[in-house]
């Protein structure tokens, strides 16, 4: 698969990393060309613009901080009004506030701005659950079962393509429901990271689900 990532941080070291190994052809892009260019060489992409790297990908990855979206998105169609129609747009974002690990805009996702910005695209709201190190990790196994991860999007092949990405990490893609739910993936890791940042197991919160009240 040809996959751009805009960005080029450590998001975009973990998750390009893991996809290159896959045999997967990964173009990082960045504002700084030379940071992208030797992000690329670490792990054997190649580097480009923002624009280079959305024009190569058929699935593009959005690795940029939250606040950063919409203007990097704006360079992308600037240079390409259509750069990003019918592509896979997956956003890893999480647009918590520190020190209360608020959401920066309750009530409206970061996913769900992508999707209006970026006529056509179709995106998938993933990876933003787990710290940077994580999707480092190969696999990432916990207590003996592989991390699982939701992916949110409307589009249902849009979302198996992200699956597919999933399951090269060793995890297991769960389907979190149309782009609407995007929104909750969102506050779920502002009161997780919250949680967290306390010093507490916000894995011990869940119940298993023979105890979720309801067959499963
Ligand atoms: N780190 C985590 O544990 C983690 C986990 C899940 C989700 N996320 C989310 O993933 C996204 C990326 O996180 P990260 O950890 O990879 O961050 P990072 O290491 O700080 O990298 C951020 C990247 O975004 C670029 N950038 C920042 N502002 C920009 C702007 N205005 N225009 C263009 N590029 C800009 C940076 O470019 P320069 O190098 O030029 O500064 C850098 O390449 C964030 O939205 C974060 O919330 C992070």
């Given at each position: 698969m040809r996959i751009g990532i805009l960005g080029s941080g450590g998001m975009a070291d973990a998750l390009g990393g893991q996809w290159v190994r896959h045999g997967h052809e990964v173009v990082v892009g960045g504002r700084d060309t030379g940071r992208a260019a030797a992000l690329a060489g670490r792990i054997g992409a190649s580097a480009g613009t923002l624009a280079q790297a959305a024009a190569f990908g058929e699935v593009v990855l959005v690795a940029v901080p939250h606040d950063a979206v919409p203007s990097v998105l704006a360079e992308v169609l600037r240079a390409d009004?259509?750069?990003?129609?019918?592509r896979v747009v997956v956003d890893c974002t999480n647009p918590v506030v520190p020190p209360g690990f608020t959401l920066a805009t309750p009530g409206r996702s970061v996913a769900a701005g992508i999707a209006e910005q970026a006529a056509g695209a179709r995106v998938v709201k993933g990876?933003?659950?787990?710290?940077?190190d994580v999707w480092r990790?190969?696999?990432?196994?916990f207590g003996g079962r592989p991390l699982s991860v939701p992916l949110c999007g409307d589009d249902a092949d849009a979302v198996e393509t992200v699956a597919a990405l999933v399951r090269d990490l060793g995890c297991h893609p769960v389907?979190?429901?149309?782009?609407?739910r995007a929104g909750l993936l969102e506050a779920t890791a502002a009161f997780v990271i919250g949680l967290w940042f306390a010093g507490e197991d916000a894995q011990a919160i869940l119940t298993p689900l023979e105890f979720a009240g309801q067959p499963g």
């Open positions: 009004s259509a750069a990003l129609r019918g990876f933003n659950l787990c710290h940077v990790m190969t696999p990432p196994v389907n979190g429901g149309g782009l609407d």
